[in-house]
């Protein structure tokens, strides 16, 4: 883990020895550069948190399976937060934190798909001239930052909300509900069947009574 401080140009680094294993350090070293690059190009003017994270975890090349599914169920449960709401990440539980920087990423990735990967020097260009966002993505995309995130959300929830299927306990409580459903219809459907025999047996038989007795 690390982090950065882009007013001073100063990259703080855990020591490999207290880091978690899976920790990739190259990734670790090209996010917390990016903030600082992007901090001396800016010169201290504002950035939204979103583009500042997304654009880090973009260099950097982060993601993994376990992201995608985290971001799969939020869109599922329609938990997503704005992209403006993330300027409070620093405020989030862990979770809502997580949440806040893989959204970050995939409007950062939205901008790259559909406008191109010089988009993102342009937007930087825009702001460096103390354009604010919502300006910025005018004069680098054509529509201000509100049509940007419902576009960008829009498509988020195509793109994302299949994968949920990939979810193990998502995917064994619904096998488990349906599970439960086919024996229950198919139990009820043997009782019915298991019923009109009982029927037919008691009619049958009671039909035999009545012939014995007109004997006598």
């Not at 690390?2 to 007013?7: K, L, N, T």
């Not at 990734?27 to 550069?33: A, F, K, M, P, R």
């Not at 869109?75 to 300027?87: K, Q, R, S, T, Y």
């Not at 910025?136 to 959300?153: K, R, T």
Request: glycine share 6%; proline share 2%; no cysteine.
């Amino acid at each position: 883990m690390g982090a950065a401080d882009p007013i001073r140009g100063i990259i703080f680094l855990k020591s490999p020895r207290f880091a978690k294993p899976e920790t990739n350090l190259n990734q670790v070293v090209t996010h917390e550069l990016t903030h600082v690059v992007l901090g001396m190009i800016l010169k201290g003017k504002p950035v939204s948190r979103w583009f500042d994270e997304g654009l880090a975890q973009y260099e950097s090349g982060e993601g993994s399976m376990w992201e995608t599914i985290l971001l799969a169920r939020s869109v599922f449960a329609g938990e997503i937060i704005w992209l403006n709401d993330i300027n409070n990440v620093l405020d989030f539980r862990r979770h809502k934190a997580a949440l806040a920087y893989l959204e970050s990423r995939t409007a950062v990735d939205y901008l790259v798909e559909h406008y191109g990967r010089d988009v993102l020097a342009r937007i930087i260009q825009h702001l460096k001239a103390n354009s604010g966002m919502d300006k910025a993505l005018v004069l680098s995309i054509g529509i201000n930052f509100q049509d940007f995130q419902n576009d960008w959300y829009r498509t988020l929830k195509h793109k994302y909300r299949w994968y949920v299927f990939m979810d193990f306990p998502v995917v064994l409580s619904a096998l488990f509900v349906i599970l439960f459903l086919t024996a229950f219809f198919v139990t009820r459907r043997r009782m019915r069947k298991k019923k009109e025999i009982w029927e037919k047996e008691v009619l049958h038989e009671y039909g035999d009574f009545e012939k014995d007795q007109t004997l006598y």
